[in-house]
């Protein structure tokens, strides 16, 4: 069984753009902690995790399919924000942009008739929608809560309880 070399180049960009992922929630979760957010840090330094075991299913896959997974190097992420709410508006985009790659790949996929990735890609489909419900979730609390240091404060708080209890999709 193989995969086509139009769907290997998307898994191997993929691959990138976990990493790319990875690497901006570590960028995101050092800022927080010099910044005072420890919750938010916590958090952010479980995302950078999470995405990096992301990125590890697809070598994985590549590799079982023999295809041979490439890694590439990666843009520096942005290293400090205006606030934490800019911070997970960047981050909702972020995954707004994974969501559309891997859409992408599953039509690459049906079209090619590739059984085999389809399959494999339906994971990654249902997993972004629970990130984008994530931050979006996260950032509603603005609105509910406020702006100000107690609200920001407070919202840190729901960060640190979300980063002790991570949900079991998280792998
Ligand atoms: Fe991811
Ligand atoms: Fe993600």
């Given at each position: 069984?193989?995969?086509?070399p139009?769907?290997?180049?998307?898994?191997?960009?993929?691959?990138?753009l976990?990493a790319?992922?990875s690497s901006?929630?570590?960028?995101?979760a050092?800022?927080?902690?010099?910044?005072g957010?420890q919750g938010?840090a916590?958090y952010?330094?479980?995302q950078s995790d999470e995405?990096?075991?992301h990125?590890l299913?697809i070598?994985?896959?590549?590799?079982?399919m023999g295809?041979?997974?490439?890694?590439s190097?990666?843009?520096?992420p942005?290293s400090s924000?205006k606030?934490?709410?800019g911070?997970?508006?960047?981050?909702l985009?972020?995954?707004?942009?994974v969501t559309?790659?891997?859409h992408?790949m599953v039509?690459?996929a049906?079209?090619?008739k590739?059984?085999?990735?389809?399959?494999?890609?339906e994971?990654?489909?249902?997993?972004?929608?629970?990130e984008?419900?994530?931050f979006?979730?996260?950032l509603q609390k603005?609105?509910?809560?406020?702006r100000?240091?107690?609200a920001i404060?407070e919202?840190?708080k729901?960060?640190?309880?979300?980063?002790?209890?991570?949900d079991d999709t998280?792998?």
């Open positions: 069984m193989k995969i086509s139009k769907m290997k180049k998307a898994l191997n960009d993929q691959v990138t976990e790319s992922a901006s929630y570590l960028a995101m050092s800022w927080c902690e010099v910044t957010y938010s916590n952010f330094y479980m995405e990096r075991t990125m299913k070598i994985h896959y590549l590799n079982d295809a041979v997974a490439s890694i190097t990666i843009k520096a942005a924000y606030s934490l709410e911070l997970i508006k960047t981050a985009k972020n995954e707004q942009a559309k790659a891997i992408t039509d690459i049906q079209k090619e590739d059984h085999s990735t389809y399959a494999f890609l994971w990654f489909v249902n997993e972004q929608v629970q984008e419900t994530k979006e979730t996260i603005f609105d509910l809560i406020g100000d240091k107690l404060n919202i840190d729901i960060l640190a309880m979300d980063a002790a209890t991570p998280a792998a």
